[in-house]
Nanobody, 122 residues
Framework: QVQLVESGGGLVQAGGSLRLSCASSSRTFTNLARAWFRQAPGKEREFVSSISWSGATYYADSVKGRFTVSRDNAESTADLQMNTVKPEDTAVYYC????????????????WGQGTQVTVSS
């Protein structure tokens, strides 16, 4: 079974940095877009960032200029570097894979990780 596994979550102070990583168990993901979503308590899952297989990147306005998405196709991994974090960034962060990096609707992504908690203290 193809899997995505996130790592790197934790507790960080506002203004600090955190790096999330998403590893996959199959080379299937090499040609797929990779994305990051997040879900805060009581809120819907929302798009954070995505990257196409060729490296084109997309960001939600709320994280633009602070977060950077990257991928390593040889290792089939995708990372999210989070800088200058804010308390409102607190959420469970999910890695996903799908066919188009331009998609911001989570229903368009077929593969999901189990999520990793990010908590930003003020």
């Amino acid at each position: 079974q193809v899997q995505l596994v996130e790592s790197g979550g934790g507790l960080v102070q506002a203004g600090g940095s955190l790096r999330l990583s998403c590893a996959s168990s199959s080379r299937t993901f090499t040609n797929l877009a990779r994305a990051w979503f997040r879900q805060a308590p009581g809120k819907e899952r929302e798009f954070v960032s995505s990257i196409s297989w060729s490296g084109a990147t997309y960001y939600a306005d709320s994280v633009k200029g602070r977060f950077t998405v990257s991928r390593d196709n040889a290792e089939s991994t995708a990372d999210l570097q989070m800088n200058t974090v804010k308390p409102e960034d607190t959420a469970v962060y999910y890695c996903a894979a799908g066919t188009q990096a331009t998609q911001t609707d989570p229903a368009r992504y077929n593969y999901w990780g189990q999520g990793t908690q990010v908590t930003v203290s003020s």
